[in-house]
């Protein structure tokens, strides 16, 4: 993903916590609404605006769209996940643990800006849903991609990673992040 690929797709504002789109529970697309045009289109932009606010992950309520669709990716090299993560869509998403062994790190959210907070969750998943030609999609996940995937899904279903902290002492203001004693 380059930003020259995204020339002249609409960038969209973040909604910000407290936008009550960030507590819906987002509609699920048929599969002919899936592989619209509009919804195509709607991908992309998404795409464009987690470009611009260097997000690995965006949710459709963080565009304002009351709609069941995630993007996430991110260019390899980078220092919060070497490997990267390939551009992937994602339509009526539906995430499910596989074994019971979890990991904790931390999370941040373009919708709670400047804050991040350790969130324990399921290290390897699965994911399945629908692809932007109304296909099934399914695919297995683990480490961040698959913590990436649990973040955006939980958008869909009105959470945020705040509400799957087991406290919030962690919560740690950006600046202030590794800082000792
Ligand atoms: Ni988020």
């Not at 074994?99 to 999370?107: P, R, V």
Request: net charge neutral; charged share 30%.
């Amino acid at each position: 993903m380059t930003k020259a690929s995204l020339v002249g797709i609409a960038v969209r504002k973040v909604t910000l916590l407290g936008h009550p789109v960030l507590r819906r529970r987002l509609r699920r697309l048929k599969p002919e609404e899936a592989r619209s045009a509009e919804t195509r289109r709607l991908a992309r932009e998404m795409a464009a605006t987690m470009e611009e606010y260097d997000g690995v992950g965006i949710a459709g309520n963080q565009c304002g769209e009351d709609l069941a669709i995630f993007v996430m990716g991110l260019p390899k090299g980078g220092q919060r996940h070497p490997a990267g993560i390939e551009l992937t869509m994602v339509i009526n998403p539906v995430v499910k643990a596989i074994g019971a062994e979890t990991e904790e790190d931390w999370e941040g959210c373009l919708s709670v800006p400047d804050l991040r907070g350790r969130v324990k969750r399921p290290r390897t998943i699965s994911l399945s849903g629908l692809d932007l030609d109304g296909k099934p999609f399914e695919r297995t996940y683990e480490g961040f991609p698959a913590r990436v995937v649990q973040h955006e899904t939980d958008h869909l279903n009105g959470l945020v990673y705040l509400d799957r902290m087991d406290g919030l002492e962690s919560l740690t203001h950006l600046s202030e992040i590794g800082r000792k004693g």
